[in-house]
């Protein structure tokens, strides 16, 4: 038995040993856990329901192979996300596309590649689609996401349903009525609903009732004045997760009892059939499955201010803190059996004073090369590294069951520069 901290059976030291630092560490077996979770609370107790794992939570080949073996459809919201997916051979139906900003060629890419729908964020993507579906003989399969007008308790930075937001299409009934009665007019698109993402980390299950009532009274007029009969309404994600201390992971049924609740009073209470339910987990299904491992190098203790231990990531492979002052756990792997007497503020190695992973953290004492594991990483974390600062990218190791397998390599330094030349004139 390791007296190290140890991650679904592995000892995390030895993994830090083995693979280096930093170091991504996912459970596939806690990814399975989540998915069969959502489709034994979700997708086996409802009928006319369809759950999709928004993938720019974490995206790699091998997520996908596991998203798609256990059934679930995938969200992507790029040209790089949507090729990652083809790549893997995912089933191009079960792919949704999202995006805000859509370019013609992703949107020539996903009419080539057959996604299951292409969800319109602006009124002249429309156009877009249209005219690429022509050309292509392929009729498109869409949603519209419509902005609510609801605020989600979380940051302001991960909030996308209110009012003012630059996602969606506004809630304006006449020039939503135009933009439906273009596109049922048109025989390359097929207007298949709606589609709402009121923001990420919500630990509110009501508050998705309110945007249920934003679509159903929207379905409603366009029922009476354009006779469209709304088939799907995608609800988005945005379950939380625990990060530290106070808000807990809740179960999937906490949310979607309230959401199939909502949907089917709503529209049942307007005089409409319930349309087909859409989920799109993306942290609540990989966030809790990762850590990252680093290895604590420089040491400051500023008398009677604070002590920084410095770790070999940081920002770059984990910009969150910094982004949006997001707070993670974190334990010194190889010192789990000690008592926690000291207080230190884990910094990163990036040249930028806000590069802080984690505000006073209680720690044994610390040492240069102790392993520090930061918990709850999985999601949001590879999926926004950077290389600023010229710092590699960490590598991933999947554990499955009592296997470890490297899923993405650690980047080198000559990856950091795969792409850059210099011109002639530079050389003489
Ligand atoms: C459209 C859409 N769906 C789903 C998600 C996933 O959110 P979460 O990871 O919070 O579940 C997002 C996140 O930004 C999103 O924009």
């Known amino acids: 038995m390791s007296t190290n901290y140890c991650f679904q059976g592995f000892d995390t030291v030895s993994l830090a040993k083995d693979y280096g630092t930093p170091l991504y560490v996912l459970s596939e077996d806690m990814i399975r856990e989540k998915c069969r979770s959502v489709r034994e609370s979700f997708l086996n107790v409802y009928s006319n329901t369809e759950a999709v ?10 997520m996908c192979k596991i998203i798609e073996s256990e059934g679930l459809g995938l969200d992507v919201v790029s040209g790089g996300e949507l090729f990652t997916a083809k790549e893997a051979n995912f089933p191009m139906g079960k792919v949704i596309f999202h995006g805000n900003n859509k370019s013609l060629e992703e949107l020539e890419m996903a009419i080539d590649y057959g996604v299951g729908r292409i969800v319109v964020d602006f009124e002249e993507e429309i156009g877009m689609i249209e005219s690429l579906a022509k050309a292509k003989g392929k009729k498109v399969n869409c949603l519209f996401r419509i902005t609510p007008s609801i605020e989600g308790k979380t940051h302001k930075y991960i909030m996308t349903g209110q009012k003012d937001s630059k996602f969606g299409i506004p809630l304006e009934l006449e020039s939503l009525k135009a933009l439906v009665d273009k596109t049922l007019k048109s025989p390359w698109i097929t207007l298949q609903g709606f589609h709402f993402h009121i923001g990420s980390q919500l630990f509110e299950n009501h508050i998705y009732d309110g945007a249920i009532q934003v679509i159903g009274n929207l379905a409603k007029e366009l029922k009476i004045h ?32 309230v959401i199939m609740k909502s949907v089917k009073n709503t529209f049942e209470g307007l005089g409409l059939s319930v349309p087909r339910i859409i989920i799109e987990p993306g942290r609540w299904i990989v966030g809790e499955a990762g850590i990252t491992l680093y290895t604590i190098g ?15 990531g940081g920002l770059p492979d984990n910009p969150r803190p910094a982004l949006y002052g997001a707070k993670y756990d974190g334990v010194i792997a190889n010192k789990v059996q000690e008592e926690k007497t000291e207080v230190a503020t884990i910094a990163g190695k990036c040249c930028e004073s806000g590069d802080i992973l984690i505000w006073d953290l209680k720690v044994p004492k610390l040492d240069s090369g102790d392993v520090l594991a930061v918990k709850n990483t999985g999601a949001y974390n590879y999926s926004m590294a950077s290389q600023y600062n010229k710092i590699p990218k960490p590598g991933v190791v999947l554990l499955s069951g009592r296997r470890a397998n490297l899923i993405v390599k650690r980047e080198t330094y000559s990856d950091l520069l795969r792409n850059e030349e210099v011109p002639g004139h530079l050389e003489e």
Not at 53 to 62: G, N, V
Not at 230 to 247: K, T
Not at 298 to 312: F, L, N
């Open 298 to 312: 420089a040491i400051k203790k500023i008398p009677e201010i604070r002590t920084y231990a410095s770790v070999d």
């Open 53 to 62: 794992y928004a993938s720019k939570a974490f995206l790699t080949k091998a």
């Open 226 to 257: 354009q006779g469209m009969e709304l088939q799907e309404l995608n609800v988005g994600g945005g379950f939380g997760i625990q990060y530290r201390g106070d808000q807990k992971t809740r179960s999937i049924s906490f949310f979607t009892e």
